[in-house]
């Protein structure tokens, strides 16, 4: 019988120098888990509809990063705290645009290669960032997600919010042009084959032309023209107060809250200035339109302010979805009248 040996745990043996190799790596991998590799940074926390505010995102990523791929999609799907279902005040999703970034041929709908940047490198790690100038179009509490590294967040459960308001009716007046943001800007829109419509209705008439004139002569029937009828031409200013005194004996601003009908209205008063003025008044945005009156009035300063208050109350109403309980549409048809009557005067 073989006698019985103690053993013992011998701190040089190689199981005792594995326990500690991974009970030192476990630690290690797990600070590196707890360590933040991304910022996202808001340069507002309060902004106006269509307010231009900055968004920075820093980086940090162990080795050079070369093949990974940052995406911003999370950023089009912010959502709106305020939302109720059937809300008519509040959109569930922020309608966010990209106007500008510091790196160049980056998009929110597309994800962009680290590649294409040169980060900082400090001690093995390497060191991205990036500012983007966006602008969200409708107003309520949004919630902004960190962007998407490789398909994953960069941080989980993790985001920033921003307030967008709109300004009561009563303080616009008292607002300056440059403090308001209703416009979306302009972007180019891809072409499509309804783009070649026009040249082809334009060869379908001339074809028409043709068989017609094939028809007229092959029959030698004489055509007799008519002496044309003395018709009076209307003037700008009668069309539009046609179209005034139609809207005021309509029932459209108790059926739908105002909205339709400050539509129209709008729509009357950039015709008059188009057909009196012999410019595109309806296809313009408002700034445009008032670069034009200045230059026409000059020095009516008054009335440039009279033009400006009315069209910037319609667009308030259109692309900011202000409330319209406050304002007396009789009147508001006065103003337009008044105003119509004071531009046909000093163009005298």
Known sequence: MMPYKRFSFCPSSIFYRSFLFFLFFGMMFKTAQSQQNCVLTISKDTVLVGEPFELTVSLKLKGSGSKDTLSFENILKAPNRLYIKDSVDFEPFADLVLLSSDWKNLTLTEGFPLQNVTPKVQNGFSQYETTLKVAIYNPGIFTLFYPLLNGSPCQENTSVNIEVIVPPL??????AGDTLYPIKPIFAEPADWTDFMFPVYILLGLILIYLIYRYLKSNKKVQTVEEPVNIRVKTPE???????????????????????????????????LENQFN????????????DKIKLIFPENSRLVSQINHLLYLSDMVKFAKAKTNTIIPDELIEDVKRCITDTKNETK
């Open 170 to 175: 009563d303080s616009i007046q008292q607002m």
């Open 238 to 272: 009668e069309i539009a107060f046609e179209k005034l005194q139609t809207l005021k004996s309509s029932d459209l601003w108790n059926r739908d809250e105002g909205k339709e009908f400050l539509a129209r209205l709008s729509y009357i008063f950039r015709e008059y």
């Open 279 to 290: 410019f595109p008044a309806v296809e313009m945005a408002s700034p445009e339109i008032m």
